[in-house]
């Protein structure tokens, strides 16, 4: 079964930095896109930042540039988002999604369940 699992969330203060992991079982990631979703409080999820491990190109929207970066790690089947300097506009429940061979702007048709991020004042 094709599952993805997001962890490494927690609470941080504003200017701290944490890392996530999104975890691949069932497939390998070296065929797909794979998409860091964003949903704040009250709001729907947004696209955050985005690999694709077909070309390698990554993307980000322009509130994370220069503060989130966006890695692939084919042996271990994981992808990360680093993410530094972060502010309370970061809060949020985080969700890794993929689409098979694809670039980033399709509709991912993956996803797994979330981890909290709550970035404090």
């Known amino acids: 079964e094709v599952q993805l699992q997001a962890s490494g969330g927690g609470l941080v203060q504003a200017g701290g930095f944490l890392r996530l992991s999104c975890a691949a079982s069932g497939f390998t990631f070296d065929d797909y896109s794979v998409h860091w979703f964003r949903q704040a409080p009250g709001k729907e999820p947004a696209g955050v930042s985005c690999i694709n491990n077909l070309d390698g190109s990554t993307t980000h929207i322009d509130s994370v540039k220069g503060r989130f970066t966006i890695s692939s790690d084919n042996a271990k089947n994981t992808v990360y988002l680093q993410m530094n300097s972060l502010k309370p506009e970061d809060t949020g429940v985080y969700y890794c999604?993929?689409?098979?061979?694809?670039?980033?702007?399709?509709?991912?048709?993956?996803w797994g369940k979330g981890t909290l991020v709550t970035v404090s004042s």
């Open positions: 999604a993929a689409v098979y061979r694809a670039g980033c702007y399709s509709a991912m048709n993956y």
